[in-house]
Every structure is written in structure tokens, then in C-alpha cells.
């Protein structure tokens, strides 16, 4: 079993930025993917960013150029850093990770862009 355990969000102006941190509970390095999805209010979840095997990673078109997804092995840690932040970036985000053959949830950070 996993532990996925969130920080970072908060609230910030447009343009800003943030770091998310999601630390998990075993090495990163059994975990298959692990990934940041979002989702906002009256909205379907959407994955944001994803880390496949620690190497290959890849972004949803709206925020390509804008966050970048990164991990630490030495922390068993993977970070989401977000730029230029928009107020449709508002939203709850949730670490996701695959570990075997299952899924596993954080509790999910709020981050709330708006002047």
C-alpha cells in the first residue's frame, strides 16, 4: 500500500507560482508513474502532469510550457512547479500514484489563483 501525502498549495495572485510536493510512503522507485491531476468545481478530474518510470514525462496542452513535473528519489518525492499562474488554474490537485496493480490517491491541495 501507498501513502500519498500533498503540500504546497495555497493561494496566489495571476502570474505567480507554487510548488507542489507530493511524498510518498514507499521508494519512487517501485512506482510505476505518478502523476498531478486537478480538478475544479462543477469540472471532470483532468491530469495535469505525469512521471513514467522516473524518466518520460508529459503535460496537458494547457499548461505545457508553464509547469514541469520533477522528482527527488532521495525524498521519495515528486514536485509540480507552476508558473505563470492563471485563475483557471484554480482547482484541487491530487498526487496519483501506480504501484502495482493499483492506484493510489492523496487528499488533494487546494491552489487558488486570483487577485
Known amino acids: 500500500q501507498v501513502q500519498l501525502v500533498e503540500s504546497g498549495g495555497g493561494l496566489v495572485q495571476p502570474g505567480g507560482s507554487l510548488r507542489l510536493s507530493c511524498a510518498a510512503s514507499?521508494?519512487?522507485?517501485?512506482?510505476?508513474?505518478m502523476g498531478w491531476f486537478r480538478q475544479a468545481p462543477g469540472k471532470q478530474r483532468e491530469l495535469v502532469a505525469i512521471i513514467i518510470r522516473g524518466t518520460h514525462t508529459n503535460y496537458t496542452n494547457s499548461v505545457k510550457g508553464r509547469f514541469t513535473i520533477s522528482r527527488d528519489n532521495a525524498k521519495n518525492t515528486v514536485y509540480l512547479q507552476m508558473n505563470s499562474l492563471k485563475p483557471e488554474d484554480t482547482a484541487v490537485y491530487l498526487c496519483?500514484?501506480?504501484?502495482?496493480?493499483?492506484?493510489?490517491w492523496g487528499q488533494g491541495t487546494q491552489v487558488t489563483v486570483s487577485s
Open positions: 514507499v521508494s519512487i522507485f517501485s512506482i510505476n508513474a
Open positions: 496519483n500514484a501506480e504501484y502495482g496493480r493499483r492506484t493510489y
